[in-house]
């Protein structure tokens, strides 16, 4: 059974840093495109960040700069380091599994970022 768990979530100024964890279990995280995806309220899931099983990453506009996303093979976890964040941040983070045609989905970890 695959599960993902996402951890590493809360409440944090703005400009502050969050890491985001994906703990996998089920699949291994090296074998997938290990995507992390964010849905803010009243918004539309979007991709953040992704990391291709060759190590390759992918960037979206809001995440450039400022979010790093790994992977630790051993520990079959996936992170997403988040640096610089502002309010537009704030949003459910969602991590995401993908070996076509399968994909799976955490529950999501609640990022607010706020003064």
């Given at each position: 059974?695959?599960?993902?768990?996402?951890?590493?979530?809360?409440?944090?100024?703005?400009?502050?840093?969050?890491?985001?964890?994906?703990?996998?279990?089920?699949?291994?995280?090296?074998?997938?495109v290990?995507?992390?995806?964010?849905?803010?309220l009243?918004?539309?899931?979007?991709?953040?960040?992704?990391?291709?099983?060759?190590?390759?990453?992918?960037?979206?506009?809001?995440?450039?700069?400022?979010?790093?996303?790994?992977?630790?093979?051993?520990?079959?976890?996936?992170?997403?380091?988040?640096?610089?964040?502002?309010?537009?941040?704030?949003?459910?983070?969602?991590?995401?599994?993908?070996?076509?045609?399968?994909?799976?989905?955490?529950?999501?970890?609640?990022?607010?970022?706020?003064?």
């Amino acid at each position: 059974q695959v599960q993902l768990v996402e951890s590493g979530g809360g409440l944090v100024q703005p400009g502050g840093s969050l890491r985001l964890s994906c703990a996998a279990s089920g699949l291994s995280v090296s074998i997938y495109v290990m995507g992390w995806y964010r849905q803010a309220l009243g918004k539309q899931r979007e991709m953040v960040a992704a990391i291709t099983s060759g190590g390759r990453t992918i960037y979206k506009d809001p995440a450039k700069g400022r979010f790093t996303i790994s992977r630790d093979d051993a520990k079959n976890t996936v992170y997403l380091q988040m640096n610089s964040l502002k309010p537009e941040d704030t949003a459910v983070y969602y991590c995401n599994a993908l070996y076509e045609p399968n994909s799976y989905w955490g529950q999501g970890t609640q990022v607010i970022v706020s003064s």
